[in-house]
């Protein structure tokens, strides 16, 4: 029998339906793989085994009685641990929260377990999830799976979810994404992630690190899965007021449609310098592969650049400290002191300079909606490079230069593998839509998995 730990979230789901594997199977195939490769990995604060079999043989039952309470009954989840779970940890990756205990559970978890989904565990995140790189000093740095010898950086801040997904501990998991927190371990780990749009899925019972900012979204091994995963968390939520008004989208009628007729520009020329060869050959090639299948590549003219543009860590800086300001003044707490040093630099940014930036926010909102008249989405890679080892990183410098723009302009992105460098590390592409438009942009990324099969590649574990 094919180990259900190897079977895309999407195959799985259709096989429990079909009553091919149960998920009792299912959850013990994921449970076996985290026993034999978490002590290298370090994927996960805390597996729940017993509650995750329980749950399976509930689902099991349910199914077999026809009682399946829908497609994805069955089916194990990671979550990043940002997201509450009623009478569960949520340390948000400090280890200062080691006791916090979850009061509710977050909407989005909710939607999940009313799918009979199965939660596997609670996922490593930078602490406060603030940080690109995905390291983190006293909770532990997940080890990137693609280089067993070398640790190197899963991403941030979602680097258990993707370290997870791409060891194939879960078929799927939850990130969350302020300036680029699903789409890098995404791009670090050769999988694919979606940052929705700003409302369109509720972050109630979530952790906050910027309320302007923050956006949950899943991260998969392929389109399909993560379109699959978005349409049962998508939609309004009374106890998320950014979620008001905003529509639930099932991108599935439009998703095998492909991207003949469709105009995606290219990233101006200017935007390639810093960005390693092999990353920007990969990129050229998927241009490429888009226009073979009848897409028109077209240049556009940004109204800024991406390195300039920095507003969205004034944000992030400001609102940070407004959440963990107090506990990043105190000595004694046991902190990241890069990401101590990172929250304390929030209360430099005065009221004027924060209000400031909300203008210019909704100013530069406008200019980029002008550009892309008549265009269906932006293409640029996701990351400049691929992984680097840990040894190297400046945590001065952040991995976001490509990512940032869709939170502070609140667009919809997806990213996804795109090519390996020639040590085999993955590369990865991403793909920028207008606000609320997160069907294109699966659409576009479908039609691009389809004609290729970087996404279909695992690392040797």
Same mark, same amino acid.
């Given at each position: 029998?094919?180990?259900?730990?190897?079977?895309?979230?999407?195959?799985?789901?259709?096989?429990?339906?079909?009553?091919?594997?149960?998920?009792?199977?299912?959850?013990?195939?994921?449970?076996?793989?985290?026993?034999?490769?978490?002590?290298?990995?370090?994927?996960?604060?805390?597996?729940?085994?017993?509650?995750?079999?329980?749950?399976?043989?509930?689902?099991?039952?349910?199914?077999?009685?026809?009682?399946?309470?829908?497609?994805?009954?069955?089916?194990?989840?990671?979550?990043?641990?940002?997201?509450?779970?009623?009478?569960?940890?949520?340390?948000?990756?400090?280890?200062?929260?080691?006791?916090?205990?979850?009061?509710?559970?977050?909407?989005?978890?909710?939607?999940?377990?009313?799918?009979?989904?199965?939660?596997?565990?609670?996922?490593?995140?930078?602490?406060?999830?603030?940080?690109?790189?995905?390291?983190?000093?006293?909770?532990?740095?997940?080890?990137?799976?693609?280089?067993?010898?070398?640790?190197?950086?899963?991403?941030?801040?979602?680097?258990?979810?993707?370290?997870?997904?791409?060891?194939?501990?879960?078929?799927?998991?939850?990130?969350?994404?302020?300036?680029?927190?699903?789409?890098?371990?995404?791009?670090?780990?050769?999988?694919?992630?979606?940052?929705?749009?700003?409302?369109?899925?509720?972050?109630?019972?979530?952790?906050?690190?910027?309320?302007?900012?923050?956006?949950?979204?899943?991260? &998969? /091994?392929?389109? %399909? $899965? *993560?379109? #699959?995963?978005?349409?049962?968390?998508? @939609?309004?939520?009374?106890? !998320?007021?950014?979620?008001?008004?905003?529509?639930?989208?099932?991108?599935?009628?439009?998703?095998?449609?492909?991207?003949?007729?469709?105009?995606?520009?290219?990233?101006?020329?200017?935007?390639?310098?810093?960005?390693?060869?092999?990353?920007?050959?990969?990129?050229?090639?998927?241009?490429?592969?888009?226009?073979?299948?009848?897409?028109?590549?077209?240049?556009?003219?940004?109204?800024?650049?991406?390195?300039?543009?920095?507003?969205?860590?004034?944000?992030?800086?400001?609102?940070?400290?407004?959440?963990?300001?107090?506990?990043?003044?105190?000595?004694? &707490? /046991?902190?990241? %002191? $890069? *990401?101590? #040093?990172?929250?304390?630099?929030?209360? @430099?940014?005065?009221?004027? !300079?924060?209000?400031?930036?909300?203008?210019?926010?909704?100013?530069?909102?406008?200019?980029?909606?002008?550009?892309?008249?008549?265009?269906?989405?932006?293409?640029?890679?996701?990351?400049?490079?691929?992984?680097?080892?840990?040894?190297?990183?400046?945590?001065?410098?952040?991995?976001?230069?490509?990512?940032?723009?869709?939170?502070?302009?609140?667009?919809?992105?997806?990213?996804?593998?795109?090519?390996?460098?020639?040590?085999?590390?993955?590369?990865?592409?991403?793909?920028?839509?207008?606000?609320?438009?997160?069907?294109?942009?699966?659409?576009?990324?479908?039609?691009?998995?389809?004609?290729?099969?970087?996404?279909?590649?695992?690392?040797?574990?």
């Amino acid at each position: 029998m094919t180990d259900p730990a190897e079977l895309a979230a999407h195959d799985l789901a259709r096989a429990i339906a079909a009553r091919a594997i149960s998920p009792v199977d299912a959850v013990e195939a994921h449970l076996a793989r985290i026993e034999r490769l978490e002590p290298k990995l370090r994927a996960f604060v805390e597996v729940y085994a017993d509650d995750a079999r329980l749950a399976a043989e509930g689902a099991d039952r349910m199914i077999r009685a026809g009682h399946a309470v829908g497609p994805l009954h069955g089916v194990p989840v990671a979550l990043k641990d940002l997201i509450d779970l009623e009478g569960r940890i949520t340390t948000g990756g400090s280890a200062h929260f080691r006791e916090r205990r979850a009061t509710q559970t977050a909407t989005i978890a909710r939607r999940m377990l009313a799918q009979g989904m199965i939660v596997l565990g609670k996922t490593h995140t930078v602490e406060f999830a603030y940080g690109g790189w995905g390291t983190n000093q006293h909770m532990g740095t997940p080890w990137n799976p693609w280089d067993l010898d070398t640790p190197r950086t899963p991403g941030g801040s979602s680097s258990g979810s993707g370290v997870a997904v791409a060891a194939r501990l879960a078929p799927w998991a939850i990130g969350t994404d302020t300036g680029g927190s699903v789409r890098l371990p995404a791009s670090f780990c050769g999988l694919t992630g979606l940052k929705v749009t700003i409302g369109r899925v509720s972050t109630a019972g979530i952790v906050p690190l910027s309320t302007t900012l923050d956006t949950p979204g899943p991260m &998969a /091994r392929s389109v %399909e $899965d *993560v379109a #699959l995963l978005y349409t049962i968390l998508s @939609g309004p939520d009374p106890r !998320d007021p950014n979620t008001r008004g905003i529509v639930p989208e099932d991108p599935m009628p439009v998703l095998h449609r492909g991207v003949r007729g469709m105009r995606l520009a290219r990233m101006p020329a200017a935007e390639r310098a810093g960005v390693s060869a092999e990353m920007l050959d990969a990129y050229d090639a998927s241009l490429e592969a888009l226009a073979r299948l009848g897409a028109e590549i077209v240049d556009i003219d940004l109204p800024f650049r991406f390195a300039d543009l920095l507003a969205t860590s004034s944000i992030v800086m400001a609102e940070c400290y407004f959440f963990n300001g107090a506990v990043s003044e105190d000595a004694a &707490a /046991r902190l990241d %002191e $890069d *990401v101590r #040093l990172r929250t304390l630099a929030g209360a @430099g940014v005065s009221a004027q !300079d924060y209000l400031r930036t909300r203008r210019m926010q909704h100013e530069m909102k406008a200019a980029f909606a002008r550009a892309m008249e008549g265009i269906d989405a932006l293409l640029t890679p996701t990351t400049e490079t691929a992984a680097i080892p840990l040894e190297t990183v400046d945590q001065a410098v952040m991995p976001s230069r490509f990512t940032r723009f869709g939170n502070l302009l609140e667009l919809c992105a997806l990213a996804l593998p795109n090519g390996v460098t020639a040590s085999g590390l993955p590369l990865s592409l991403q793909i920028v839509c207008r606000g609320y438009d997160e069907a294109t942009a699966l659409r576009i990324g479908q039609a691009y998995q389809g004609a290729t099969e970087w996404h279909l590649r695992a690392p040797e574990l």
